[in-house]
């Protein structure tokens, strides 16, 4: 009887044990299931602005400082360039342009910048004063462009250059309106930005990935790997986060990435049909380009929070 006892006892013991350590597993492993799930709500953001803008516009420029932005617009016939003030939505310039311009880009200052793919791989740059909208100059370029930066670092302006067979950018001196000099890059590059110093710039991909490239030697340094298609980029003033506007059928994003480590840190919202983003010289509102079939608009954002 001692026997039946003890070894029932012994049974009792394991058992309770198992049990123990059964619960025990159970909690740790939905513990570190939760840990591993869990994420910040999503970021809501309502537009603070609303600004109607001509129909088929397809590039936005960098604020200026008198708070006046310019965009462009038009299709295969004709084209013009409009500026509008950002406080109160109000027209105050629109000049003709090149038919073949297909971007424009400011130096954040008093100076607007015209892209232009012309026929027979011609490409080249016109200057417009960002006040008056008076016509400056013109300086050719060896091949169509494709996009400009939007931003000018130590003096320079970044220009994606393309034609069917290669793509490289046209480091462009803003001081002389030269040609610094030119640097093959990947013919999957779509659009491109200043880097986080002025030997550096980042080149966005068709591969889902963006590559900082070293300015004096054209090698690639690093890569940020974005898991959804980007279509264009954006810097901060200070250039210490990369706006990369990210689009596919259903949805479209800005992933915001801290260019002193190459890694996403948090995501905004971007309405559909976004085709390109500006951010203001303070860092505190994205402006939003949005172009539709029936409407095109710029929506402004409050992102201080984000940004910062």
Not at 52 to 61: E, K, M, N, Q
Not at 139 to 162: F, N, R, Y
Request: net charge negative; glycine share 6%; proline share 6%.
């Amino acid at each position: 009887m001692p026997r039946f006892r003890t070894k029932f006892n012994s049974l009792f013991t394991l058992s309770t044990l198992t049990f123990i350590a059964i619960l025990l597993c159970g909690c740790s492993s939905s513990n570190n299931s939760t840990n591993a799930t869990t994420t910040l709500p999503p970021i809501r953001l309502n537009p603070v602005q609303v600004m109607p803008v001509p129909l088929d516009t397809i590039s936005l420029s960098p604020p200026l400082f008198n708070g006046g932005v310019w965009v462009l617009s038009g299709n295969s016939s004709s084209k013009s360039i409009t500026e509008y003030g950002l406080a109160d939505g109000k027209k105050l310039n629109i000049v003709p342009v090149n038919k073949n311009a297909v971007a424009i880009s400011s130096d954040g200052i008093a100076e607007v910048i015209i892209g232009i793919a012309g026929p027979n791989n011609t490409g080249a740059l016109e200057f417009y004063n960002g006040l008056t909208g008076a016509f400056e100059g013109t300086l050719p370029l060896p091949d169509p462009v494709k996009m400009i930066s939007s931003t000018t670092s130590a003096g320079s302006l970044l220009v994606l250059l393309t034609t069917n067979l290669v793509r490289s950018v046209a480091v462009i001196n803003m001081a002389t309106k030269d040609i610094s000099k030119i640097i093959p890059v990947s013919d999957g590059t779509l659009s491109i930005s200043n880097g986080r110093d002025p030997s550096t710039f980042f080149a966005l991909q068709n591969n889902q990935t963006v590559q900082s490239i070293s300015l004096n030697s054209g090698q690639i340094e690093s890569y940020i790997n974005l898991q959804q298609p980007g279509i264009n980029l954006a810097l901060s003033n200070d250039e210490n986060v990369l706006l990369v506007l990210k689009c596919s059928v259903n949805f479209c994003n800005i992933a915001l990435v801290n260019t002193s480590t190459d890694e996403i840190y948090n995501t905004l919202p971007a309405p559909l049909d976004c085709i390109g983003l500006e951010l203001s010289s303070d860092g505190n509102t994205i402006y939003d380009l949005v172009d539709t079939h029936s409407s095109s608009n710029i929506q402004s954002y409050n992102v201080a929070t984000y940004i910062q």
